[in-house]
């Protein structure tokens, strides 16, 4: 049985990096508790990599995806359903990465997400993200600048708000 997984959808490294940050925060916490949670098993790993018996035998899954126009990538909102039992059976934690701030953020989080996985999760947070103009797409460079009339490169990485998401997942896994 593996303790846990946070698997990430994300085109541009971004949600990679937060992903992994996720990871070395929680284990940076496991270490310093007294219990069998000190030997704490998390991997971290793009969706795209992740099998269905890996899925199987988490005791948590945090799933984590990029927004664009609003949503999520397609492959992580067609995995939730997919595995909507084993997730419904599962301790789950939610986030997204994304340049909205504060309740847009928050909004667009609750939105992206299917309900019921929203409402099952123990842990659910939009962190922020980074845009580099210079690695988009040039279709995805187009619409940044066109629609979201973002000009310049950004970096809106809530660190602050990975150390407490990161706390709430352990806070979870210390309850089961
Ligand atoms: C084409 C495109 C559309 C985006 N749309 C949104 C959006 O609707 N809302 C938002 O808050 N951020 C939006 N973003 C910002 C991304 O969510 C943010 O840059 C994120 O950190 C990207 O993660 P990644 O590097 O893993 O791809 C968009 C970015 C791109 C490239």
Redesign the pocket.
Known sequence: MQDVIIAYA???????EIAGRIKAELTAIAEQSADRLRELQITCLPLRALSAQQVQHSRMLVLGG?????RLPRALRSFCERHRTVLLSRAVGLFS????QDE??RD?LISAYPPWLFAHAAATASL????DLGR?SAV?RL??KRF?EVHEN?DRIDNQRISSFAGELFATLKRK
């Open positions: 994300g085109k541009y490294g971004t949600t990679e990029a927004i664009y126009a609003g990465t994304c340049l909205y847009q953020a667009q922020g993200g980074r845009l988009l995805d619409l940044i979201a950004l």
